[in-house]
Nanobody, 117 residues
């Protein structure tokens, strides 16, 4: 099993920045891809960004150039640096880890990001 704990959400004004963190624990050696997803109430959970164990990244078009995903394998932590935030970025942000052996997904509990003036 893998446990994920997100932190760093909050309220920020448009144009501001936040950094989200996701700390993994448990059977971390099975993890390959980690990523961030976000969800508005009543809507589906959408991809924000992913990063492989080798550092390969992928971003949703809506966040390219503004968000940066990174990974510290020594600390078993993945980060999401969010700059130039827009009101449309408001959502609950979830961390996900995927097993390299079974492709099973593990999810964190989510952290709220609110962009508002």
């Amino acid at each position: 099993q893998v446990q994920l704990v997100e932190s760093g959400g909050g309220l920020v004004q448009p144009g501001g920045s936040l950094r989200l963190s996701c700390a993994a624990s448990g059977n971390i050696f099975i993890i390959n891809v980690m990523g961030w997803y976000r969800q508005d109430p009543g809507k589906q959970r959408d991809l924000v960004a992913t990063i492989t164990s080798g550092g390969g990244t992928n971003y949703a078009d809506s966040v390219k150039g503004r968000f940066t995903i990174s990974r510290d394998n020594a600390k078993n932590t993945v980060y999401l640096q969010m700059n130039s935030l827009k009101t449309d970025d408001t959502a609950v942000y979830y961390c996900k880890a995927t097993s390299r052996y079974t492709s099973k997904d593990y999810w964190g509990q989510g952290t709220q990001v609110t962009v508002s003036s």
